[in-house]
């Protein structure tokens, strides 16, 4: 099978084109733009792995730059397009709206523009759990109203209209999947568990928002690349956006704990009140994935643990 993944030097492009490059018989072509919204040399080992492998091709590219993906599209037939490129995280879209409108929806919409629809069998998108904001009722299925609470939601969910309007006449061509808080090795520096390491290693004190009382669901990278496989097999699917989540949300005040204890070392923290735009839970359910495929989710001891082991050991 012939793959493309955008945002292949991201942390779930990384994993999931690692998974894949294992088959011989896949080929994998990355695309990424390797831009500086957290540190490129994470960026750059990640795809210093991948490339150790025959059959993965790189490309550097901006998904913003029609002329270039023009070019790209035009030579290559692809089986599967997993888009995972794009402008993450909730706090930073206030600071900087407009990567997020590049990024997401502007790359979004370039990239629908030149692919082969007809020819591809999957278009898989990675949407988010902050579509869904803050919720009455939980855990959040999918038929549940999204209240954006942030920018970086809206432009996701601008995203996934593009997708549904782009696929309208080939409906069982694409998957919308939700991440809900995506964590393990080669994590992202920006999100609360690799901060956290990071800030012990240089002995800085880390801000618990709302006092530490949010609650994440937390989800292992592993288990999400699982998902991801067997979904984008099936044929026909009656639906077309599916959670991915572990349905057992966590307060961050446990999570300290509990990485604490792995680390065995002290963590400095100061309890600061909530933070604008930030959901106070996240906690999907994930029934309707369930339905088709049964998975043993990693526990969030085990996921805690490798995170750290692959830390101490590689610096990420
Ligand atoms: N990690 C999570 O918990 C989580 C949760 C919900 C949704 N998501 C979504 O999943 C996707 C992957 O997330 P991630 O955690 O791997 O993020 P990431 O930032 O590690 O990866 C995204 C990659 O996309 C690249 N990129 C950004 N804009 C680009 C552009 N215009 N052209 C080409 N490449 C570009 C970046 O350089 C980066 O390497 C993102 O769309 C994110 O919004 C992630």
Redesign the pocket.
């Known amino acids: 099978m012939i793959y493309l993944i955008?945002?292949?030097?991201?942390?779930?492009?990384?994993h999931l084109s690692n998974n894949l490059l294992k088959n011989k018989k896949n080929k994998v072509y990355g695309?990424?733009?390797?831009?500086n919204?957290?540190p490129t040399k994470i960026?750059r080992e990640r795809l210093r792995i991948l490339k150790k492998k025959k059959n993965f091709f790189f490309k550097k590219?901006?998904?913003?730059d029609k002329k270039k993906i023009g070019i790209f599209f035009s030579k290559i037939n692809l089986d599967y397009i997993f888009h995972?490129?794009?402008?993450?995280g909730v706090l930073y879209s206030f600071k900087n709206p407009k990567s997020y409108k590049?990024?997401?929806i502007i790359?979004t919409k370039n990239l629908l523009n030149v692919i082969h629809k007809n020819k591809i069998r999957k278009f898989i998108f990675?949407?988010?759990?902050?579509v869904y904001g803050d919720q009455k009722i939980y855990p959040i299925r999918e038929t549940f109203k999204v209240r954006p609470i942030n920018y970086?939601a809206s432009t996701?969910i601008v995203c996934e209209k593009l997708i549904r309007r782009s696929f309208a006449n080939c409906k069982n061509k694409f998957i919308i999947f939700?991440?809900?808080?995506?964590?393990g090795p080669y994590g992202?520096p920006d999100?609360f568990i690799h901060k956290l390491l990071n800030n012990v290693k240089i002995k800085k004190t880390i801000k618990l928002h709302n006092y530490g009382k949010n609650l994440r669901d937390y989800t292992y990278i592993d288990d999400v690349v699982k998902i991801l496989k067997y979904y984008i097999k099936l044929k026909h699917l009656k639906q077309n956006i599916f959670n991915i989540c572990r349905s057992q949300p966590i307060e961050t005040n446990k999570l300290i704990k509990k990485i604490q204890k792995s680390l065995k070392r002290d963590i400095k923290f100061k309890l600061i009140p909530k933070v604008k735009g930030e959901m106070y839970i996240t906690h999907g359910s994930n029934k309707r994935i369930f339905k088709r495929f049964k998975l043993r989710f990693t526990s969030i001891d085990k996921g805690i643990e490798q995170t750290i082991k692959t830390y101490n050991l590689k610096g990420f």
């Open positions: 955008t945002g292949c030097a991201g942390f779930i492009g990384f695309i990424d733009s390797l831009n919204y957290y960026k590219i901006d998904l913003t995972f490129a794009g402008q993450p590049s990024n997401n790359a990675a949407s988010s759990s902050s970086y996701k939700r991440f809900f808080t995506v964590y992202r999100m």
